[in-house]
């Protein structure tokens, strides 16, 4: 029966439509029966991708939300989907990526007997790894608190907010939801920026630092600007989770490592240093000592209140980094500084070489991969390699999991690609990396998602080896040694089983044929290419 004018639309029908409001056009999911509800209403322009574990949704999700600028729309079952998600809702919420995730609950009525896959405590659960959590009081606030949580997730600092909806609200009669919008920037306070512009015009040797907020703010080319007119030598913050600056512009020198004596001695001899979009700084070693060498001034600019708040010296303004980096340039209105010397070039790689060296299977893809291709990087223990032979081009081409956990780059790649379908994104993978959530293959599959998998195929886990150097550990015990020598797992027989086409380069001469047919496949393709084991030691 038709509805009368005037009549509401079902807690269902009106979500969708908050849905349209944001720009969501699928979702990534792994439902159970608490949301079986949901589906009698499911629109046709509406996209469901399905994915095999709760922690590849989250990863998937965010992968699309960050190469597509929308927000990405998570639906989990009850509670134990959110817990296999939440290694990678913690990693959304440390990349600061915006997610919406709903998590079925039983029906109202059951609640009160704690029933099978009832949430206890259903909106503490994912704290504190989400902006905001709510189970609405009413099945007719859903749609609303949907609403809520795409604003909540959106502004700056972004983040996961999450929304649990008893199985039963879909059909209730809901609560109309207005039109609002929320401008997400945070402007620079005039006085303190005329106050940094000042400080940095006296400096003879400055040094910009930048963090992942640059790159989301699309603040990149600004950044640019703004390091010619200082003549700064321009690092990459520690941990960063993507490419801020041009990796071949001449003023570029690096990536800080995770310590503070390196982040001092890197630093010493620059007079003022001026961070933007980053924390000051994110440490993963103790070692001892100051942050910074004596006289040296910090600046420091972010949009996230944590992150000014926690800064251990130096002057913080809480500001979104385009915003801040527009009117800094806008403030200074001579050349600073002497330019410094150009990043040596990448280290010389034998092509030869058998076992195939690592350094040469990542010189390669550089070669080869497009330099607008996306790349998503999961290979800790070839990560200083990477970043000398692999060089990002330009801001908005590289990302990398935050929060120090393995398992997010391969789905988080599959959502980038399913987001830009008109150019290949390629994911570069440790072996130990790709065991952590390899069902996400099934997806890209099933998606024909336009990917490159790189397995960097070491038989190993060589970042604990370097690590036993790092910690002066001479030998672990035994049962741990030789757990930490895995097998050459046969990731090409795994990619075909799951549908997705695949070839082994096992000696240096094949893999650039390889890569070339990869490429020119418009589906996913899986290479493992076998390099010799690390030697030395891994990246703090």
Known sequence: MAKSRGARRTVAEETFEVMRRFGVDRIFGNPGSTEMSWFRHWPDDLGYVLCLQEASVVAMAEGYAIRSGKPGMVNLHSAAGIGNGMASIMTAWRNQSPLVITAGNQARALLPVDPYLGQIYPTEFPKPYVKWADMPARGADVPGALARAFLTAMTPPCGPAFVTIPSDDWEAEAEPVLEHTVAPGLGADPAAIADFAKVLAGAKHPAIVLGQEVDRDGAGPGAVRLAEKLKAAVYVAPWASRCCFPEEHPLFQGYLAASREHVRETLDGHDVVLVIGAQVFTYHVWTPGPYLSEGTTLLHITENPTHAFSAPLGASVIASAGNAIRALTDALTTTVGTAPKPRAKPATVDSDAKPMQGAYALKVLREMVPPDSPVFEEVPS?????????????????????????????????GGALATPDRKTVAVLGDGSMMYSIQALWTAAQQRAPLTVIVI??????????????????????????????????FPALATSMGVPAMQADEPSILPDMLEQAMADPGPVLIDVHVEPLRGVGPL
């Open 382 to 414: 070839f990560r200083e390699t990477f970043r000398d032979q692999f060089r990002i081009a330009a801001p908005g081409l590289y990302y990398n999991g935050f929060s120090g956990g393995l398992g997010w780059a391969l789905p988080a790649s599959v």
């Open 457 to 490: 195929n070491n038989g190993e886990y060589g970042a604990m080896k370097s690590f036993a150097t790092l910690f002066d550990i001479p030998a672990f015990p035994a049962p741990i040694q030789h757990s930490l020598d895995l097998p050459r797992l046969d």
